[in-house]
């Protein structure tokens, strides 16, 4: 074979020589991990690691429940589609660890809700298939937070949803409304199961199939692929949590994430306030607070009342700290509250206090479709 250079004839080493390369290298390395073995000590002891095998970890056994309800593991086609969801699922273990850590964070409440609604423990596993526990998780549709509401659902069972607040990140709030959407569904449907598959497909697509296809049984329906495989999912979620170490997750008590722990304050504002404000008051970082309050999506909380939540230990005297900073932010900033007469327009009180009229929307949160009223507060700097 010609080489890369005319008349230059490529020839490989002897297979010996090659051998012998591969050995010297190795051998090298080895000596390297020795070496830096005896730098740095002895390695920790994690003790033992066990890691059952793909093929034993899917040999399930029955009988086998969701919510109550039997999984019909005698059904073949049944038994392959879990497998399948079990053998995808174990093969990211890191993604396994995580929900296992953060399960102890977010299923005490969760247990908590579902069992003041009489409600089966089994549905907490809807919430790691949907978002994995993490309140920003969101999909292409528009669905968002641990339990994926889409907009209209979650402002139909009572979620504020707005540019500034978007309680579909909030653990407790949407955790409540996923309880009493997941109660009317069963109203609905008379099965848990057919609950959950609704709460991913939708009431009425699945009202359509079930008159379509003539079935009751979530295992005989054709879906679309992504409900298809949802219930197996979480069965397949709820037969490892039900017990790791048969999976080989082995985690000690320390190794789980906490619960977070905090207060709870009121806060009302008569217009944008920074939440660097909240923060100081609170004694802690700007961060602190958005990491504590996920469903707070601006850098200012505009006019009106909020719940949120601070440090622990942090609500006591938290008013008196917050109203001497915003008093103060407001001399700072010249801040006006005009109370809106009769007769009153925004393009009016923007010539009068001499502000650009787009800035005063800007600063009270409005459209121009939106209309103001006698009574009402607005909100200038000057």
Not at 92 to 101: C, G
Not at 328 to 357: C, P, T
Request: glycine share 6%.
């Amino acid at each position: 074979m010609e080489g890369p250079f005319p008349h230059q004839v490529a020839t490989r080493p002897p297979a010996g020589a090659v051998f012998m390369r591969r050995l010297l290298f190795f051998c090298a390395l080895a000596l390297c991990l020795t070496s830096a073995r005896g730098i740095a000590g002895p390695p920790a002891d994690f003790g033992p690691e066990t890691v059952p095998s793909l093929v034993s970890a899917v040999r399930l056994e029955k009988p086998l429940f969701f919510c109550g309800e039997p999984v019909p593991l005698e059904n073949p086609e049944v038994r392959e589609r879990l497998e399948k969801e079990m053998l995808l699922i174990l093969w990211n273990r890191p993604q396994v660890i995580l929900w296992l850590k953060r399960s102890t964070r977010y299923f005490p409440f969760m247990e908590k809700v579902l069992d003041e609604n009489s409600m089966p423990a089994d549905l907490k596993y809807i919430a790691v298939v949907e978002s994995a526990l993490l309140p920003h998780a969101g999909s292409s549709k528009g669905a968002m937070g641990y339990w994926q509401f889409m907009k209209r659902t979650g402002l139909r069972y009572g979620l504020k949803i707005d540019k500034t607040i978007d309680e579909r990140r909030n653990h407790y709030a949407s955790t409540r409304a996923a309880a009493a959407y997941l109660r009317d569904l069963h109203g609905l449907f008379n099965s848990w199961t057919l609950a959950a598959a609704a709460y991913n497909l939708g009431e009425d697509r699945l009202q359509e199939e079930k008159t379509r296809q003539q079935v009751e049984n979530y295992y005989d329906f054709h879906l679309p692929a992504e409900t298809s495989r949802y219930i197996l999912k979480i069965i397949a979620v709820k037969l490892i949590f039900s017990n790791p170490a048969r999976y080989g997750f082995h985690l000690l008590e320390e190794d789980h994430y906490r619960p977070l722990e905090f207060d709870r304050v009121r806060v009302t504002v008569q217009g944008n306030t920074p939440l660097n404000l909240v923060a100081g008051a609170a004694a802690t970082t700007y961060k602190r607070i958005r990491d504590l309050n996920p469903e707070i999506r601006r850098d200012a909380l505009s006019r009106g009342t909020y719940v949120l939540a601070v440090p622990e230990g942090a609500g006591r005297n938290f008013h008196t700290r917050f109203a001497d900073l915003s008093e103060k932010w407001r001399r700072d900033n010249r801040m006006h509250v005009y109370v809106v007469r009769k007769g009153d327009s925004l393009s009016a009180i923007a010539e009068q206090f001499r502000v650009a009229l787009p800035a005063l929307m800007a600063w009270n949160d409005l459209t121009p479709g939106n209309y103001i009223h006698p009574g009402e507060k607005i909100v200038i700097y000057q």
